[in-house]
């Protein structure tokens, strides 16, 4: 078992150039997220899904788009990069619990730079 | 929306002495509260969670608190060594059906000094 994995591990960009991040889970789980994390913010969600062809919008969703066509797979599109997008992205899954959505197991991050 | 804030951002602690981290949140909706800790340039992993319907977890060294009343919950790490130096974060959700939406704290990093 892999469990989330996330490509490209590294990337830079220039301001307008478009990108996408994929992320991938071998857990059949249901639930994946797409988190930013800046120094001295913690993570913020940007976006999630509930289940394969569904997408919803998190915390900090602008500037970002979502796709999720495959259950195992969930992609991260920035159509126009900004320097503000300047960040490390971590994708997550989960399953459903007994009680609704259980732990979040996260990828090892994209480290994204924007000129 | 949910608001978590964290302290302290930085904390120091001798090996073998004790690590107190604390968190509030601001909406009394929510029920379910994980502590992830993140070595350098790695991924967050899940050390603990506690949901609202009991007020204390413990697991080996670590436990936490929750106060719900005071919509406070605190990680407490014993006899800390120096593989516990890690970027600990906080988080609170409300957790029912459909997805978990975790809401961060800014993390605390936490050094133990041999």
């Known amino acids: 078992n892999a469990g989330v994995t996330q490509t490209p591990k590294f990337r830079v960009l220039k301001t307008g150039q478009s990108m996408t991040l994929l992320c991938a889970q071998d857990m059949n789980h249901e639930y994946m997220y797409w988190y930013r994390q800046d120094p001295g913010m913690g993570l913020r969600l940007i976006h999630y899904s509930v289940g394969e062809g569904t997408t919803a919008k998190g915390e900090v969703p602008d500037g970002y788009n979502v796709s999720r066509l495959k259950k195992q797979n969930f992609l991260l599109g920035l159509e126009s990069a900004a320097p503000s997008q300047t960040s490390v992205y971590f994708c997550?899954?989960?399953?459903?619990?007994?009680?609704?959505?259980?732990?979040?197991?996260f990828g090892p991050g994209t480290r994204l730079t924007v000129l | 929306g949910e608001n978590v804030e964290q302290h302290p951002s930085t904390l120091s602690v001798q090996e073998g002495d004790s690590a107190v981290i604390k968190c509030t949140y601001s909406d009394s909706a929510s029920n379910y509260f994980p502590w992830y800790k993140q070595e350098l340039g790695k991924r967050p992993q899940l050390i603990i969670d506690i949901r609202s319907n009991v007020g204390e977890k413990k697991d080996q060294r670590i436990a936490v608190t929750l106060n719900k009343t005071a919509k406070h919950f605190s990680l407490h790490i014993t006899e800390t060594q120096p593989e516990d130096s890690a970027v600990y974060f906080c988080?609170?959700?409300?957790?029912?059906?459909?997805?978990?939406?975790?809401?961060f704290g800014t993390g605390t990093r936490l050094t133990v000094i041999p």
């Open positions: 997550a899954s989960s399953s459903q619990g007994p009680r609704g959505a259980g732990e979040q197991f």
């Open positions: 988080a609170a959700s409300m957790e029912e059906t459909g997805a978990n939406n975790l809401f």
